[in-house]
T-cell receptor, first 113, second 110 residues
Framework: ETGVTQTPRHLVMGMTNKKSLKCEQH?????MYWYKQSAKKPLELMFV???????ENNSVPSRFSPECPNSSHLFLHLHTLQPEDSALYLC????????????FGQGTRLTVV | GQQVMQIPQYQHVQEGEDFTTYCNSS?????IQWYKQRPGGHPVFLIQ?????EVKKQKRLTFQFGEAKKNSSLHITATQTTDVGTYFC??????????FGSGTQLTVLP
């Protein structure tokens, strides 16, 4: 248990569905992240939030929409996804956006059908 | 952009043998982190190296940061079945973004 909780753990959705992934941390961290982990590829950083403000957006398609309502919660809203978006989506948090270790949640295994 | 290459991609060892994974960055890093991900699990932080030429040890694990701060290695002495998993390096460059290597998947045969 790392202190970073992600829900749901597994999600199967159709290409026309809208769903949201949730991440929650009560570690007092100021930075939160979304990563995508696909088979045989490096962890891909998608979004970085620092003190609820988005500081990084790594050319992620608009069908992924993040939301950070406060420093403890992070959402990833999904709509009209493609089968190639199937992956493990990992949330992480750290004390600051730089120079500190990241604590990862257990991930949401997403399958797009 | 910054690239972090990690080799080998896969490594099978007999229990008791040593294991090493190598990480190389295309740019100079301000620091490098190492993570371990067990099968079906999530990445867990192991260590961070900051100084040029730094060497840190955690029991049977030895971590090194190169003099030029562009490469790093993780060496495990006398592997055990509990060492099974994927080991990732993650380098932080001038843009402050953490870039992960592709990982080395370690299998330890009993």
């Amino acid at each position: 248990e790392t202190g970073v909780t992600q829900t749901p753990r597994h999600l199967v959705m159709g290409m026309t569905n809208k769903k949201s992934l949730k991440c929650e941390q009560h570690l007092g961290h100021n930075a939160m992240y979304w990563y995508k982990q696909s088979a045989k590829k490096p962890l891909e950083l998608m979004f970085v939030y620092s003190l609820e403000e988005r500081v990084e957006n790594n050319s992620v398609p608009s069908r992924f929409s993040p939301e950070c309502p406060n420093s403890s919660h992070l959402f990833l809203h999904l709509h009209t996804l493609q089968p190639e978006d199937s992956a493990l989506y990992l949330c992480a948090s750290s004390l600051t956006p730089a120079d500190t270790e990241a604590f990862f949640g257990q991930g949401t295994r997403l399958t797009v059908v | 952009g910054q690239q972090v290459m990690q080799i080998p991609q896969y490594q099978h060892v007999q229990e008791g043998e040593d294991f090493t994974t190598y990480c190389n960055s295309s740019t100079t890093l301000s620091n490098i982190q190492w993570y371990k991900q067990r099968p079906g699990g999530h990445p867990v932080f192991l260590i961070q190296l900051v100084k040029s030429g730094e060497v840190k040890k955690q029991k049977r694990l030895t971590f090194q940061f190169g003099e030029a701060k562009k490469n790093s290695s993780l060496h495990i002495t006398a592997t055990q079945t509990t060492d099974v998993g994927t080991y990732f390096c993650a380098g932080r460059g001038s843009a402050r973004q953490l870039t992960f290597g592709s990982g080395t998947q370690l299998t330890v045969l009993p």
